[in-house]
């Protein structure tokens, strides 16, 4: 160990006079530390909540569509569907038939979307069947509706979609297209009646109340789309690497197929997420920032009570090099203690977020994520690993630049005024 640091640690640790100086380097570790923590845990929870809201979203929709730019949509789609599984990354590809139409039941109606899909193969592909709360994937091909004889094809509804509508599992509802038919009797609208087969629960409100599911067939026919499909839904090994699947997937389809991956087509809500972070980032770091003034005032305020040491070991020899890296460390050594503190305080926080939560909870008897507003039964958390080290070494960085003034100063310091009045 250089002497400097001896010096540099001594003049940290000595209590024997100017308990305040000590008292203020305390607060500037505890500063540290407390930025550092509520860093840490703060970027953990948001990536917890961008993770979970984004799980969601592709527990209902596909990692990659294939759209076409003909108007009628795609024919031949078990030949894209066979040409797609080629590609590497690719789990499973089924075709799909995504519409507008309106729903009634009694005196009410809803705007839903409906998404025709093949019972058979929309298990690989989504977790619809997995969120299903009543009924099963596969009387999406129809029964007998009520005590009648009559064969009614089956659709599937969000659950806040059934509260509105006030159907349940059973009833006959009317779906009614945006297209009309051409009768003897004029026109006509295309309506058909279907039989609620089941509910599912995704956990997200745009998709439990304005989202349908249909058989594929089912859909062709009531919006005149026979032998034809809107597009063909595509899921990937590994979601990170949709975007590279996606472009290889483009390259074998060629013009005019379109591919889009997961993230182009929620593009705006992950970009709002991640520039969210960006900021709860920069706005916690003026908390290491307020720790480091105090590291500035302690430096200035210890510089001032050491100007003749300061001016002894200058005549022993002592470099302005030397003095500056005395005061320096000093400044070195609070960030890397407040920064560790911070550390094992927010990698110990995050894990327990929930029971520490719920202790608040009990104690104030206050609901601080009621389930039925934000839809979750825990707060998700997720530690970064490359998140807390960028801000390990921010915080390091910050301490070490702090205290480089202080220290320039105290190595600018003439010895005779140091000794003048001793």
């Given at each position: 160990?250089?002497?400097?640091?001896?010096?540099?640690w001594?003049?940290?640790?000595?209590?024997?006079?100017?308990?305040?100086?000590?008292?203020?380097?305390?607060?500037?570790?505890?500063?540290?530390?407390?930025g550092?923590?509520?860093?840490?845990?703060?970027?953990?929870?948001?990536?917890?909540?961008?993770?979970?809201?984004?799980?969601?979203?592709?527990?209902?929709?596909?990692?990659?569509?294939?759209?076409?730019?003909?108007?009628?949509?795609?024919?031949?789609?078990?030949?894209?569907?066979?040409?797609?599984?080629?590609?590497?990354?690719?789990?499973?590809?089924?075709?799909?038939?995504?519409?507008?139409?309106?729903?009634?039941?009694?005196?009410?109606?809803?705007?839903?979307?409906?998404?025709?899909?093949?019972?058979?193969?929309?298990?690989?592909i989504?977790?619809?069947?997995?969120?299903?709360?009543?009924?099963?994937?596969?009387?999406?091909?129809g029964?007998?509706?009520?005590?009648?004889?009559?064969?009614?094809?089956?659709?599937?509804?969000?659950?806040?979609?059934?509260?509105?509508?006030?159907?349940?599992?059973?009833?006959?509802?009317?779906?009614?297209?945006?297209?009309?038919?051409?009768?003897?009797l004029?026109?006509?609208?295309?309506?058909?009646?279907?039989?609620?087969?089941?509910?599912?629960?995704?956990?997200?409100?745009?998709?439990?109340?304005?989202?349908?599911?249909?058989?594929?067939?089912s859909?062709?026919?009531?919006?005149?789309?026979?032998?034809?499909?809107?597009?063909?839904?595509?899921?990937?090994?590994?979601?990170?690497?949709?975007?590279?699947?996606?472009?290889?997937?483009?390259?074998?389809?060629?013009?005019?197929?379109?591919?889009?991956?997961?993230?182009?087509?929620?593009?705006?809500?992950?970009?709002?997420?991640?520039?969210?972070?960006?900021?709860?980032?920069?706005?916690?770091?003026?908390?290491?920032?307020?720790?480091?003034?105090?590291?500035?005032?302690?430096?200035?305020?210890?510089?001032?009570?050491?100007?003749?040491?300061?001016a002894?070991?200058?005549?022993?020899?002592?470099?302005?090099?030397?003095?500056?890296?005395?005061?320096?460390?000093?400044?070195?050594?609070?960030?890397?203690?407040?920064?560790g503190?911070?550390?094992?305080?927010?990698?110990?926080?995050?894990?327990?977020?929930?029971?520490?939560?719920?202790?608040?909870?009990?104690?104030?008897?206050?609901?601080?994520?009621?389930?039925?507003?934000?839809?979750?039964?825990?707060?998700?958390?997720?530690?970064?690993?490359?998140?807390?080290?960028?801000?390990?070494?921010?915080?390091?960085?910050?301490?070490?630049?702090?205290?480089?003034?202080?220290?320039?100063?105290?190595?600018?310091?003439?010895?005779?005024?140091?000794l003048?009045?001793?």
């Amino acid at each position: 160990m250089g002497y400097e640091l001896r010096v540099s640690w001594r003049y940290l640790c000595s209590r024997k006079s100017h308990k305040f100086i000590s008292l203020i380097t305390f607060i500037s570790v505890g500063g540290v530390a407390l930025g550092v923590m509520a860093l840490i845990v703060v970027i953990a929870v948001m990536s917890g909540f961008s993770k979970n809201l984004r799980d969601k979203i592709l527990g209902t929709n596909s990692h990659i569509v294939v759209t076409s730019f003909e108007r009628e949509g795609i024919a031949k789609y078990e030949k894209i569907v066979s040409t797609v599984k080629e590609v590497e990354q690719v789990k499973a590809a089924a075709p799909f038939i995504l519409k507008q139409v309106m729903l009634t039941y009694g005196q009410r109606t809803s705007g839903v979307v409906v998404r025709g899909v093949d019972p058979k193969r929309e298990g690989d592909i989504s977790d619809l069947e997995k969120n299903m709360v009543q009924g099963k994937l596969e009387d999406l091909a129809g029964s007998t509706a009520g005590k009648s004889s009559i064969h009614r094809q089956g659709i599937i509804l969000g659950v806040e979609l059934s509260r509105s509508l006030g159907a349940s599992v059973g009833d006959v509802i009317g779906m009614l297209a945006p297209s009309v038919r051409m009768t003897p009797l004029g026109v006509i609208p295309n309506i058909k009646m279907v039989q609620v087969v089941g509910l599912f629960e995704s956990g997200m409100y745009e998709y439990d109340a304005n989202l349908a599911f249909v058989s594929i067939e089912s859909a062709q026919k009531l919006f005149n789309m026979k032998g034809t499909v809107t597009g063909v839904e595509i899921k990937v090994e590994d979601i990170d690497l949709a975007w590279k699947t996606a472009e290889a997937i483009q390259e074998k389809l060629e013009f005019p197929y379109i591919t889009r991956d997961w993230m182009q087509m929620n593009k705006n809500l992950f970009s709002a997420l991640k520039l969210e972070k960006i900021t709860m980032f920069i706005i916690l770091i003026l908390i290491i920032l307020v720790a480091a003034f105090n590291i500035i005032s302690t430096l200035f305020m210890v510089v001032m009570e050491k100007s003749k040491d300061i001016a002894i070991l200058k005549s022993m020899g002592a470099t302005g090099g030397s003095i500056m890296k005395i005061f320096s460390m000093q400044g070195l050594i609070i960030g890397l203690v407040g920064t560790g503190l911070g550390v094992v305080a927010g990698f110990t926080i995050v894990p327990n977020l929930n029971e520490i939560v719920g202790f608040i909870e009990s104690v104030f008897r206050i609901q601080a994520f009621p389930s039925d507003v934000y839809y979750l039964d825990r707060l998700p958390s997720e530690i970064q690993y490359f998140d807390s080290f960028l801000i390990i070494v921010f915080s390091i960085l910050i301490c070490f630049a702090a205290s480089l003034y202080p220290a320039w100063r105290a190595a600018r310091l003439d010895p005779a005024d140091g000794l003048r009045y001793e």
